[in-house]
Nanobody, 120 residues
Framework: QVQLVESGGGSVPAGGSLRLSCVVS????????MVWARQTPGKERERVAS???????FYAANAKARFFISKDNAKKTLYLQMNNLQPDDTAIYYC??????????????WGQGTQVTVSS
């Protein structure tokens, strides 16, 4: 069974940086793609960035050039480096592992989330 635990959230002023971590345990053979998504109250979960087993990366338009997704396979850890954070980035951030080629939101195994708050 795949389990994910996020950490690294917190409160920062606008322009600040945070690095989120997501430690993965269990057999990820069938859940080989990974995603960072975020959600605010009343809104749908939004994909921020994702990464494939071959290190191909996707970034949402509002994350490009500010957020960077990476992974350390030896440590089974996924990262999201977030720079120049803005108040609109305030959300709960989740990581998920999902079978590549499937709908990440429907078939992902999710962590519990970590809160990111950016003050103006």
């Amino acid at each position: 069974q795949v389990q994910l635990v996020e950490s690294g959230g917190g409160s920062v002023p606008a322009g600040g940086s945070l690095r989120l971590s997501c430690v993965v345990s269990g057999d990820t053979y069938r859940h080989d793609c990974m995603v960072w998504a975020r959600q605010t109250p009343g809104k749908e979960r939004e994909r921020v960035a994702s990464i494939d087993p071959d290190d191909s990366k996707f970034y949402a338009a509002n994350a490009k050039a500010r957020f960077f997704i990476s992974k350390d396979n030896a440590k089974k850890t996924l990262y999201l480096q977030m720079n120049n954070l803005q108040p609109d980035d305030t959300a709960i951030y989740y990581c998920a592992a999902y079978p590549c080629g499937t709908w990440w939101e429907r078939f992902g195994v999710w962590g519990q989330g970590t809160q990111v708050t950016v003050s103006s």
